[in-house]
């Protein structure tokens, strides 16, 4: 030590600086890297985050931890700290009612209002649980009955904009080519502003991105998932200083700052005494257990990014697989027919309904499957005195996320040929398995404690929206060599799925 200090006492100030942070970087190297060196991985994210903000860079996350995961195997290290497992058991004891696992810290990386906290970014599990159990009501329905309904106006909404634009005729000049991924979008931002507010957003009476929304969240996207995925960039973007600085506000004319005050501006109605507001919707519940101004504004924000972005994505790659894959198209159509001919479907079909379809019941699992509607780790956080996994000791403090591509082709679960999309495996099995099949996928919505709030809506969305589609239309990819572009950013970016439609008489 004395000699150290006599070395820096030697050099300029600046230099002495240079020489203390190499110093102290390589000690934390070496320590992080010693810390879990017996679970394998890339060798830079031993000691460094350099291969997240490549996957981060280039947009590919989901394909990097499918390819991580097959090279390194179920329990991989993808950062100083940071594991990610595909053991689904492994996954359930983490996430257990009474695990003794928190969030970690990646989880206050992932803010669309950055001033407040959200149920989602909560670690402590008891102040979680109490949050969840004031916001449960309204997403499960029981303080909505009209969920359902109000689903289907929207459906009816999306079949009108078709009808209305976008059925192409026999004659050259009335080919009107549809960007189906952009309808969807449309799709389910009028689903989950209608169900939350009571008035939809009119996206898709209008066929436009009213007020810039998706637009918006495509932008927040990478740059959540930049400061969820590095710690550094999350004590600098969300400090004090730089949110005063450079933070969105209600009065910017874009942006996350244009979209806070959209939706603040509609939750404030339901805190006036005079206010317009609908009280047998999701907000609505949510005041009247208890929920605070600030709550009802943070967590309607988040509810509308990730409620209708993933739901949206499951939609567009389900979509797409039906469409290049004709025996699945026709065994949907032939389904569809016989359902509506033998009166097993109403307009639009049911939740109840769908449900008894065993086939579309294949197709919405399986779109699920093939490509989860998220990459993010959602990791939790190793307590104290350590824990073993997968017969590796890990220590206290260490991270633990899902890798949930590789757990959804699983070849020991779904078969050989877990890399196809291919509904008919779930109609092949005994119920046991099948069930089993179902509920690895359910982990998508995370499990136990974690598991998504708005599960029950979206797996509603789905169960209607394939049948009703393909019910009274007809697709065909417009570019089937380049259909669409997807970048992963913990969501999905989807760009394309440019179709050619014509009416159906499936549905007549």
């Known amino acids: 030590m004395l000699a150290l200090t006599n070395i820096l006492g030697s050099l300029e100030p600046l230099t002495a600086f240079v020489v203390l942070f190499f110093s102290w970087y390589g000690m934390s190297a070496v320590y992080s890297w010693y810390r879990l060196r017996h679970v394998p991985g890339p060798f830079l994210a031993s000691f460094s985050y350099l291969p997240r903000v490549w996957w981060y860079l280039t947009g590919t996350q989901l394909q990097s931890y499918i390819s991580t995961g097959k090279k390194y195997g179920s329990l991989i290290r993808i950062g100083p700290s ?60 029981r303080d909505n ?131 317009d507001r609908d009280e047998k919707r999701i907000v609505g519940s949510w005041v009247r257990h208890g929920l605070t101004q600030v709550q009802c504004e943070v967590e309607a924000l988040f509810m509308f990014v990730s409620g209708s972005d993933t739901t949206a994505s499951a939609i567009r790659i389900t979509i797409l697989y039906i469409l290049s894959t004709p025996r699945v198209y026709q065994r949907l159509k032939d389904e569809i027919a016989s359902a509506v001919q033998e009166g097993r479907a109403s307009r639009p079909i049911t939740h109840a309904e769908a449900r008894n379809l065993p086939y579309l019941q294949g197709i919405v699992y399986e779109g699920l499957r093939i490509r989860p509607v998220t990459t993010s780790p959602l990791p939790k956080v190793v307590p104290r005195g350590g824990d073993t996994i997968n017969g590796k000791f890990i220590p206290e403090g260490t991270a633990i996320g899902m890798n949930l ?104």
Not at 134 to 139: D, V
Request: aromatic share 12%; with cysteine.
């Open 145 to 275: 009955p009209s969920v359902e309904s109000d689903i289907d106006i929207q459906i009816n909404s999306f079949t009108d904009l078709i009808r209305r634009k976008y059925i192409t005729t026999s004659d050259t000049a009335g080919y009107r080519p549809l960007n189906l991924g952009r309808a969807v979008s449309f799709f389910v931002l009028d689903v989950i502003s209608k169900l939350s507010l009571g008035q939809e957003f009119g996206c898709l009476k209008t066929d436009s991105d009213r007020h810039k929304i998706s637009e918006t969240f495509d932008e927040a996207i990478p740059f959540v998932a930049f400061t969820s995925e590095l710690p550094w960039a999350r004590k600098i973007i969300y400090s004090t200083l730089w949110l005063k600085l450079f933070g969105p506000k209600e009065t910017d004319s874009r942006g996350m700052g244009q979209l806070m005050n959209l939706t603040n501006s509609a939750v404030r109605e339901y805190f006036k005494s005079d206010g």
């Open 82 to 141: 940071d594991l990610l497992t595909d053991d689904p058991e492994v996954l359930k004891r983490l996430s257990g009612a009474k695990s003794k696992y928190w969030k970690s810290e990646w989880y206050m990386g992932v803010r669309f209002n950055p001033y407040h906290t959200t149920m989602f970014m909560i670690q402590d599990p008891i102040r979680h649980d109490k949050i969840k159990a004031q916001l449960g009501p309204g997403y499960s329905g």
């Open 405 to 508: 591509a590789p757990l959804l082709r699983s070849k020991a679960v779904f078969g050989e040929d877990a890399d196809v999309f291919r509904p008919e495996r779930y109609l092949e099995v005994d119920e046991k398995t099948r069930i089993e099949m179902q509920r690895h996928i359910e982990m998508t919505f995370g499990y136990g404690r974690w598991m998504c709030a708005g599960k029950p809506i979206a797996m509603m969305e789905l169960n209607k929206i394939f049948f009703e589609l393909f019910r009274y239309f007809d697709f065909q990819l417009v570019d089937p060599g380049k259909p669409m572009i997807t970048f992963s950013y913990g969501l999905h970016i989807d760009r394309g799925l440019l179709v050619r439609v014509t009416e159906s008489t499936t549905g007549s």
